[in-house]
């Protein structure tokens, strides 16, 4: 069973940045696309962004796409996902999700994307943006 962990969550004033990161040990890691998802109290989990096995890919929710920025150190096996300009609405629980099959396909599009299309999840670093 491979295992995700997850890092980089915290506390952090409105306008703040965090930098969360997904990482494991197993080698198989490095060919997952890999997505973050994130879950506040009393809403459905949200798929926010994804990045392909090998880092050439990378997909954003619409509505955060000019706030986040997702990459990968497939040498050191983590991937980053970088959040700016972070909001109170922002506060949630971020997931990362490990993905054995090919996500980025041409014959539909990312936003489609649901956690059953994940094979490997983390235990969650919450994330809290407030004043």
């Known amino acids: 069973q491979v295992q995700l962990v997850e890092s980089g969550g915290g506390l952090v004033q409105p306008g703040g940045s965090l930098r969360l990161s997904c990482t494991s040990s197993?080698?198989?890691?490095?060919?997952?696309?890999v997505g973050w998802f994130r879950q506040a109290p009393g809403k459905e989990r949200e798929f926010i962004a994804a990045i392909r096995g090998d880092g050439a890919f990378a997909y954003y929710l619409e509505t955060m796409k000019d706030r986040l920025i997702i990459d990968r150190d497939n040498a050191r096996n983590i991937v980053y996902l970088r959040m700016n300009s972070l909001k109170p609405e922002d506060t949630a629980i971020y997931y990362c999700?490990?993905?054995?099959?090919?996500?980025?396909?041409?014959?539909?599009?990312?936003?489609?994307?649901?956690?059953?299309?994940?094979?490997?999840w983390g235990q969650g670093t919450q994330v809290t943006v407030s004043s």
């Open positions: 197993d080698p198989t890691f490095k060919t997952f696309d």
């Open positions: 999700a490990g993905a054995s099959r090919n996500l980025f396909r041409a014959d539909r599009p990312m936003s489609a994307t649901s956690s059953d299309d994940f094979d490997y």
